[in-house]
């Protein structure tokens, strides 16, 4: 029987500091997060960012969370929920990092007599510390609890022509009649050494042009794994489907952490730019999340919106994620459907 696991990142139980620093704990000691040595990884996280961090986070957090609970856990449960009346599947939601855990989603899939599962890391591009944590957790979950189950993925839906469509739909929907200079599509950020990290062929990628991006421009395999090229291609196919004009739009990577140097340009100074530049009216979209989050609501419609204003602009639109856009939920359960029809495996 086959069975559908959809995985989000997670969240913490509440906002209050104790909930945070576990939930941040686990998070910052992924190694595919911070990809330092255990040693070093221990020191920064639970020696110095565990001391300092979990108060202020908890503050974002408390700005943001909702009388349900966490944004991201309701809309991903709304999500699910909405796939689920859509197809004749089972269908669970998982989240990498928190108390809905990979291996609970899995066990509720099981119990329903699930062998076989459609894995959906809920992240259009590909990233160590977002699609690739989470193949590499589900696997190891698989051998050790769910030796007769076998797990299939859903690749990164970056460049899907349909995927393109409804995000470009939704962006087009909520800036209707909205009267803009410039659209930023900010990005989550990485380490720039995630990116030489993950390309397979150790040669093509040069995260550090931050000007031309020529590598992201050139055809190669390792834009399989790519984030950095993922992320400029999204822009640049909405933009052709939206028909933008050069220079009204532009991209950047926000929420970096630490003093490493990560994908640029940064989201906060872009803001700060523009609004420097004149810009007077701008709108922003997240396109790494399909979900708001913390990272979307208070980092850029909160934070984001603040520096704009202090640095002279007036009007500061923020697009949702895609959330449970009713176009984003036919979108997965056609994919799901599709998956379903393929011949069964034997596990």
């Not at 850029?300 to 176009?327: K, R, S, W, Y």
Request: charged residues 25%; aromatic residues 8%.
């Amino acid at each position: 029987m086959k069975g559908v696991l959809l995985v989000n990142l997670g969240s913490p139980d509440s906002p209050e500091p104790k909930d945070v620093k576990r939930y941040l704990g686990e998070f910052l000691m992924d190694e595919r997060v911070i990809d330092v040595p255990l040693w070093a990884r221990t020191l920064l996280v639970k020696g110095i960012i565990l001391n300092t961090r979990p108060k202020a986070s908890a503050k974002a957090y408390k700005k943001i969370w909702w009388d349900e609970g966490s944004p991201l856990i309701v809309l991903s449960e709304r999500l699910k929920d909405k796939i689920q009346n859509q197809i004749d599947l089972p269908v669970a939601l998982a989240m990498r990092y928190g108390s809905m855990t990979i291996k609970k989603g899995l066990q509720e899939l099981v119990d329903k007599g699930v062998n076989e599962v459609f894995l959906m890391p809920l992240y259009p591009q590909y990233a160590m510390a977002t699609t690739e944590t989470i193949l590499v957790l589900a696997e190891e979950i698989r051998k050790a609890s769910f030796p007769n189950i076998t797990i299939h993925d859903l690749k990164p839906f970056y460049n899907d022509s349909n995927y393109i469509k409804v995000l470009s739909n939704s962006i087009a929907r909520h800036l209707d009649n909205k009267d803009y200079e410039h659209l930023l599509f900010s990005y989550h950020g990485v380490p720039e050494r995630h990116i030489r990290k993950s390309d397979i062929t150790k040669s093509h990628c040069k995260p550090n042009d931050k000007i031309n991006c020529v590598c992201c421009k050139t055809p190669s395999k390792a834009h399989e794994f790519c984030y950095k090229h993922q992320c400029k291609e999204v822009t640049r196919l909405v933009a052709e489907a939206l028909n933008l004009k050069e220079g009204t739009y532009s991209t950047s990577f926000q929420s970096r952490l630490g003093f490493d140097p990560w994908l640029q340009p940064y989201t906060d100074r872009t803001i700060e730019r523009l609004g420097k530049e004149g810009t007077k009216k701008m709108a922003i979209v997240t396109p790494a999340f399909v979900s708001d989050c913390l990272e979307t609501l208070e980092e850029i419609a909160m934070e984001g919106e603040e520096i704009f204003h202090e640095m002279g602009g007036q009007d500061f639109t923020t697009v949702p994620c895609l959330n449970d856009n009713q176009e984003f939920v036919d979108l997965l359960s056609n994919w799901i459907k599709q998956w379903a029809l393929t011949e069964t495996v034997e596990a």
